[in-house]
């Protein structure tokens, strides 16, 4: 993924700074700007005395939580609407609509939408944030997958979502999968690996690479390009954040795409 300059809070588009100063990490996927008319990524901790944890549930003061949020979705200019979720670990997604600010969700894991200027969002800290588009950038979608997510098959259902709701092939899809735990680092038992179609062979301690088992699916599944991301939030927790890494005292990313206005 391509690092972006971070952006700071009171920045305007022209790179004026206001009174405050707040950097912006962003790592977005290289190319889908130019080639998709589609900007997609992720944060990143940064590299602050405060970490940039973007969790809605943080342990931070909800005051510099939301300074943060001001100032990462002030990073996008044009964009008129953001759509966010309580997730759930299960395979809903929710089509996001023409709107104006931001709208918080409950019960769904994932977005999608064919609306230029609306931001589609998901949190992770180590669940692999999965990013999905049309070749012609007419349509987007974003997933958050966890291991529940992939077993219950939350690709596939918005792949047929995509086909049928935005008159798609399959094969006219793309798929990014973003920064999240690797399969070094992701211990799991026996129900887990069964769960995600893995052969449990000898005795554990047993490994699960998430974003290899979502790039097989959607090799059955048909989709047409797919690319993942080599980075782990495990492995680079001055980055990222990791949920398993910190055993579970970390903050929160937040993955990103959306059709540019």
């Not at 009174?19 to 912006?24: A, D, G, L, P």
């Not at 990524?41 to 001001?70: C, H, N, Y």
């Not at 007419?138 to 259902?157: D, E, F, P, Y």
């Not at 991301?229 to 903050?251: M, P, Y």
Request: charged fraction near 20%.
């Amino acid at each position: 993924m391509t690092e972006v300059r971070p952006r700071r809070l009171g920045e305007g588009v022209d790179g004026a700074r206001g009174q405050e100063s707040m950097e912006v990490p962003r790592i977005e996927v290289p190319e889908w700007s130019d080639r998709l008319g589609v900007v997609a990524g992720i944060t990143g901790r940064g590299g602050a005395s405060l970490p940039f944890d973007l969790g809605l549930k943080s342990a931070q003061p909800v005051g510099a939580v939301m300074d943060r949020w001001e100032a990462f979705l002030g990073g996008f200019p044009g964009f008129t609407s953001f759509h966010l979720n309580f997730q759930v670990h299960g395979t809903r997604l929710r089509r996001a609509g023409p709107g104006d600010g931001w709208v918080l969700h409950h019960g769904f894991d994932g977005h999608l939408t064919d609306v230029p200027g609306t931001l589609l969002l998901v949190t992770v800290a180590d669940c692999i944030p999965v990013f999905l588009a049309t070749m012609d950038g007419r349509a987007v979608a974003v997933l958050h997958a966890g291991w529940r997510g992939v077993a219950g098959g939350i690709l596939r259902v918005a792949a047929e979502r995509m086909v049928a709701e935005f008159f798609c092939s399959v094969d006219n899809i793309v798929m990014h999968c973003g920064v999240g735990v690797c399969g070094m680092c992701y211990e799991v038992g026996s129900e887990v690996m069964s769960a995600c179609g893995r052969t449990v062979v000898g005795p554990a301690p047993w490994y699960l690479d998430l974003r290899a088992v979502l790039a097989e699916q959607a090799r059955v599944i048909g989709i047409g390009e797919i690319s993942t991301s080599e980075l782990c939030s495990a492995h680079d927790t001055t980055r990222f954040f990791s949920h398993r890494a910190s055993r579970g005292r970390d903050g929160r990313m937040v993955a990103y795409i959306g059709i540019l206005p």
